[in-house]
């Protein structure tokens, strides 16, 4: 089926309970993306359980919903007082804040929505095109190949998370250890069990990223005073946004360039939109004639970071659906509610379930021009949320990673699980080890072992020469065991990450500029 | 010395799962088969886990882990992450017993005093919030919210 089917089978589905709850996501994702402290993975995950009830079209698609508009909103916060609602947004407060504090907030606020909208838009034309090609072929992978695709999107998800890469492949070990608490895939024998019931399913990874994402983050924000987690409020009005749609056309190398490099870094299993904010403003700071004043208030230093985040989420969907990979903390949280709805992410959803798929190419479309129509007029009243006490937001945010585990499966015991990975979660961020490499192992976990001993079964004890055999014979097996080896060795021959939390941390608090200084690179 | 102790940590999962495995471990022919024995694929995991543990405490320790072993802890920042864990965990049992809504009450008012917010936005919002969440989940998505063995007892 071609993609412009797949665009006609979608847009029967989508009727106005199902916009609507686009449109809720999408705000929602706004709102929890505009608030620092509070990120996208964060939201996707307490969210989960309230689409447990609904139909899988209209969760999966009010997810991707608060995917998209949680990508954007993290632009307000950072235009607005210099802080990334969203660590993808950290290279967007370098020339927004500076804009803004010229008194042209709207402005900046503006053209960080269109860049937005534009990188969205295009990804998501990407991510039909080319998500049903690599589907296809993903279709023709053995089992040692399936495994290979899923130790690979390990490995890199662990390279690319912020810290060291032994210790995010360490956390993704631990993750595919938990995975084995349960029956055994092939024997039916409890493992790790203890002879309490509860664990003869296994961990329910639900609960378990609820914990890691939004219990393990209340927990650490306890530790800051009121002053450190509350934030100064600029006093600019957010006005004439619109008039950003004027700059639009000269910008429009910017926005193509940057929506190619997210969508590209989108694409790669394991990096985000962070990683992809980061290279775009490199790229357009090497390319750029106005080069020595961006980090002052240029409008491409806003819209190449903003296009390229946002580019991101049709990249990072891509080898989701067509390779059941995340491509990002978000997307690997996604799999957890494609799963809970009885849907396998991967290259069999094409066949199996296409009206799925061509409801989340349709759903992307309409989240990202919803957050156009959200963004543009809305930017003003979402940039008020920003004065909402924390401790409110926190122990809101308590009470519904609480009782959203519960109501899965109406079970306390899986609130218990939410507790302890919350409390694992939070021990983890101490040590400074990244915890999206357990919440992916949690899920790839059992079809890696299901496809590693299936293989196993086949080469009947004869591992190493059936491995070779595969190796040499298969360019898919030998090509995923390259990569996999390059990504694990990485981190030796390069012996430097590219970033770090530390860096992230700089760079969203660094420009500290005299607003008298500030120029606006597109009219001179 | 984070890294000393995180490496310590995993070394004592490793340790653990090859333990615990014994139990459901094959014997006999299939004890090295990574298909038929259900222990194999954990331990296989664990041993490679071990393994780099290994690598990042001896990391750790050129650093001079062991030199500089002292931990600098906020006592007081430490007992308002316990407080909350507590809060939380006590809220978990107490819901079976007391119901959703005293529960909530009593946790979100707990919650919103510890992080720094005054009575009366504790007592609002505790108010605002378990009934915004009833809302949704008991009455917005049909989810039966505990009503408390207590209340049941009296019933």
Redesign the interface.
């Known amino acids: 089926m071609g993609s412009f089917d797949l665009y006609l089978m979608g847009w029967q589905l989508i009727d106005p309970q199902v916009f609507l709850m686009i449109f809720l996501g999408t705000l929602l994702g706004i709102i929890v993306g505009a608030l620092p402290g509070l990120t996208a993975t964060m939201a996707v995950s307490i969210i989960v359980p309230?689409t447990?009830?609904m139909s899988p079209v209209v969760s999966i698609l009010m997810l991707l919903g608060v995917y998209c508009g949680g990508n954007y909103g993290g632009s307000i916060s950072a235009c607005l007082i210099n802080i990334p609602g969203t660590p993808s947004a950290i290279m967007t407060g370098l020339d927004g804040h500076p804009l803004a504090r010229r008194g042209k907030a709207g402005l900046a606020i503006g053209m960080a929505t269109l860049a937005s909208v534009i990188g969205g838009l295009f990804s998501v034309f990407i991510l039909s095109v080319f998500s049903p090609i690599i589907a296809n072929i993903a279709l023709k992978f053995k089992s040692l190949e399936i495994f290979g695709v899923a130790l690979f999107g390990l490995s890199v998800i662990a390279y690319v998370s912020p810290g060291?890469t032994?210790?995010g492949?360490?956390a993704g070990?631990?993750g595919?250890?938990v995975a084995?608490i349960g029956f055994?895939p092939?024997?039916g024998?409890?493992?790790?069990g203890?002879g309490s019931t509860n664990l003869l399913g296994g961990i329910d990874f639900v609960s378990a990223m609820i914990g890691l994402f939004g219990?393990s983050e209340?927990?650490a924000?306890?530790?800051k005073?009121?002053k450190e987690?509350d934030f100064g409020f600029l006093q600019e009005k957010v006005t004439k946004t619109w008039g950003a749609l004027k700059y639009i056309r000269k910008l429009k190398a910017v926005l193509l360039r940057s929506s190619i490099v997210g969508v590209i870094i989108g694409a790669i299993p394991g990096a985000g939109g962070t990683i992809a904010a980061i290279t775009a403003y490199g790229l357009q700071k090497k390319v750029s004639k106005y080069s020595h004043l961006m980090g002052q208030g240029t409008l491409e230093g806003i819209a190449a970071p903003e296009a390229a985040n946002n580019a991101c989420t049709g990249g990072a969907m891509t080898p989701l659906l067509s390779l059941g990979i995340p491509g990002d903390a978000v997307t690997a949280v996604l799999i957890g509610a494609f799963i809970i709805h009885g849907i396998v992410p991967g290259p069999m959803m094409y066949t199996t379930n296409p009206d799925m798929v061509s409801a989340i190419f349709i759903g992307m479309l309409l989240a990202n021009i919803i957050i156009l129509f959200i963004g543009m007029p809305g930017a003003k009243y979402i940039s008020k949320l920003l004065k909402i006490?924390?401790?409110?937001l926190?122990?809101?945010i308590?009470?519904?990673c609480?009782?959203g585990t519960?109501?899965i499966k109406?079970s306390?015991f899986d609130?218990?699980v939410m507790?302890t990975f919350?409390?694992i979660g939070?021990l983890l961020s101490?040590?400074?080890?990244p915890k999206a490499p357990i919440v992916l192992a949690l899920i790839l976990g059992p079809m890696m072992?299901e496809n590693?001993?299936?293989w196993?079964?086949l080469a009947e004890?004869k591992?190493w020469t059936e491995f070779v055999n595969a190796v040499l014979t298969n360019p898919v097996t030998l090509s995923m065991a390259l990569a996999t080896l390059a990504v694990l060795l990485a981190p030796i021959i390069m012996k430097k990450k590219h970033f770090s939390e530390d860096d992230i941390q700089f760079t969203s608090t660094a420009s500290d500029i005299d607003p008298n200084d500030i120029i606006f690179a597109e009219k001179k | 010395m984070?890294?000393f102790?995180?490496s310590a940590i995993?070394m004592a999962?490793s340790l653990f799962?090859f333990i615990?495995?014994e139990t459901?471990a094959?014997k006999g022919n299939n004890a090295f088969?990574?298909?038929?024995n259900?222990?194999f694929?954990?331990r296989l995991?664990?041993f490679?886990?071990f393994a780099?543990?290994c690598?990042?405490m001896f990391?750790s320790i050129r650093k001079g882990a062991l030199k500089n072993a002292r931990i600098h802890v906020?006592r007081q920042?430490?007992a308002?992450?316990f407080?909350?864990?507590l809060i939380?965990?006590l809220?978990?049992v107490g819901?079976?017993y007391a119901g959703?809504i005293i529960s909530?009450v009593l946790?979100?008012f707990l919650?919103?005093a510890?992080?720094?917010?005054s009575r009366k936005?504790a007592f609002v919002?505790?108010i605002v919030?378990?009934v915004a969440?009833y809302l949704?989940?008991q009455i917005g998505?049909?989810?039966?919210?505990?009503k408390g063995d207590i209340f049941e007892y009296w019933r």
Request: glycine share 4%.
């Open positions: 309230l447990y009830k060291s032994l210790k492949i360490m070990f631990f595919l250890l084995t055994d092939t024997i024998v409890s493992r790790f203890f219990m209340m927990l924000n306890i530790e005073t009121k987690r006490p924390s401790q409110i926190n122990a809101l308590i009470a519904l609480i009782i519960f109501a109406n306390l609130t218990c507790l919350g409390g939070y101490k040590a400074k080890v072992e590693l001993r299936r196993a079964a004890g591992y | 984070n890294d102790v995180f995993m999962v799962v615990a495995s459901f094959a088969s990574l298909a038929y259900p222990a694929y954990p995991i664990a490679t886990l780099m543990a690598v990042l990391q906020d920042r430490l308002k992450v407080k909350l864990f939380v965990l809220y978990i819901i079976n959703y909530s946790c979100v919650s919103v510890i992080y720094g917010g936005q919002y505790c919030i378990t969440l949704v989940f998505f049909r989810i039966p919210l505990p």
